[in-house]
Structures are given as C-alpha cells and as structure tokens.
T-cell receptor, first 116, second 113 residues
Framework: DTAVSQTPKYLVTQMGNDKSIKCEQN?????MYWYKQDSKKFLKIMFS???????INETVPNRFSPKSPDKAHLNLHINSLELGDSAVYFC???????????????FGPGTRLTVL | GNSVTQMEGPVTLSEEAFLTINCTYT??????LFWYVQYPGEGLQLLLKATKADDKGSNKGFEATYRKETTSFHLEKGSVQVSDSAVYFCALTVYNQGGKLIFGQGTELSVKP
C-alpha cells in the first residue's frame, strides 16, 4: 500500500495554464505539507495543513493555492503557470506537529512539473 | 533565522570507502535534526534523526551525532556500497513552527564498484 501518493507523476503544460496536483495519504496523519524542489535539488516548504487548517504559508506567489478537503488529502492548484514554476513538487505528511516538531515526515514520489 | 549548510557535492567514492558528509546548522531554539535520502527518481526517505544534544541516530550502517557545541550533525558510514548512491539531505525542525523541515542543499553521493 502506498503511504503518500501524488498524481500526476509528470505534468507538462504551457505557460499561462492552470493545473492541479493531488496528494493523498493513508497513514492517518493530521499534518500535510507541500515542498518545492528546484533544478539544483534544493527543497523548500511551501504550505502546511493540520486537520484541514492552514498553518504554514511561506512566501509563495498567490497563484499557488492549496486545498484540503479532508485531512487525508492536500491538493495544490496553480494558476497562470510561469516558466519558473518548473520544478518537482513533493507532498509529505506527519503526525500532529502542533505540539512539537520532531515527527518523521513521509514523502510522496513527487510530481515533475515542466512549463513550456 | 534557521538554516542548514551541507558540504558541496558531488562526492564520489569507491565501494567500501568511509563516508562523511558534513552538516552544520543555525537555529533559534532547540532543533530536531534529520538526515533524509533521495534515491534517483524517488521521494525522500528518513534515514535517521536525533532530537537532543549527544543523541546518536543510526540506520542501515549510517550514523550521525547531534553536537550542540559545534552545531553539527555529520553523517558517517564505515563502508559504502553502490546501492548507497543517492542525494543526502540534512534538515532541521524547530519547536512550534508547524513541523516544517528546513533543508540543506543536498549532497550527491556516487559510489563506484
């Protein structure tokens, strides 16, 4: 059974389009995250949700909008895609971190987004 | 602010060589420290962690010790294998910051037979 899954695995699209990436976890975790990995492999957090509530929103353009319909899902919608959005996007989940910060995060396989 | 600095890669070693990947951190508060590994084409997996000073994390022959006095968490393995070829990330989280991981830039390891 896949613990954290993402769809699609690859996404190729034109500048200006709107696209979504979906993430689901079957671990029963309360907290989910989106990270962006650039072409140099550098990873940076974008968003975090705890029990469907937004708790981290780093300095990400407002073209990026996360949505959590329930605590097992955290989707990422991107409007008006730009060339610089090309990256690998990773979803992750962990147990409730509101009370602390040492819980292991489980990562999905990533979605490679290419904007042409 | 909080940050993690790792040694630059790529690192190329022969099988059975000794591995050290240096990691130092800056943190406000008392961080928990992690090493994650990313195999080609895959997501990240937790390799080991340490949550307080002098703790040693270990897994699959890798180990790292949380050194508060030198703000370091260096990764070591006594004898690497070809299957250890991957990108290794040092990371930290700080209490009361929502669990976000702050990563170093990653160190690519290539092990040759």
């Amino acid at each position: 059974d896949t613990a954290v899954s993402q769809t699609p695995k690859y996404l190729v699209t034109q500048m200006g389009n709107d696209k979504s990436i979906k993430c689901e976890q079957n671990l029963g975790h309360d907290t989910m995250y989106w990270y962006k990995q650039d072409s140099k492999k550098f990873l940076k957090i974008m968003f975090s949700y705890n029990n469907k509530e937004l708790i981290i929103n780093e300095t990400v353009p407002n073209r990026f909008s996360p949505k959590s319909p329930d605590k097992a899902h955290l989707n990422l919608h991107i409007n008006s895609l730009e060339l610089g959005d090309s990256a690998v996007y990773f979803c992750a989940s962990s147990q409730d971190v509101v009370a602390g910060g040492s819980n292991e995060q489980f990562f999905g396989p990533g979605t490679r987004l290419t904007v042409l | 602010g909080n940050s993690v600095t790792q040694m630059e890669g790529p690192v190329t070693l022969s099988e059975e060589a000794f591995l050290t990947i240096n990691c130092t951190y800056t943190a406000t508060g008392y961080p928990s420290l992690f090493w994650y590994v990313q195999y080609p084409g895959e997501g990240l997996q937790l390799l080991l962690k340490a949550t307080k000073a002098d703790d040693k994390g270990s897994n699959k022959g890798f180990e790292a010790t949380y050194r508060k006095e030198t703000t370091s968490f260096h990764l070591e393995k006594g004898s690497v294998q070809v299957s250890d070829s991957a990108v290794y990330f040092c990371a930290l989280t700080v209490y009361n910051q929502g669990g976000k991981l702050i990563f170093g830039q990653g160190t690519e390891l290539s092990v040759k037979p």
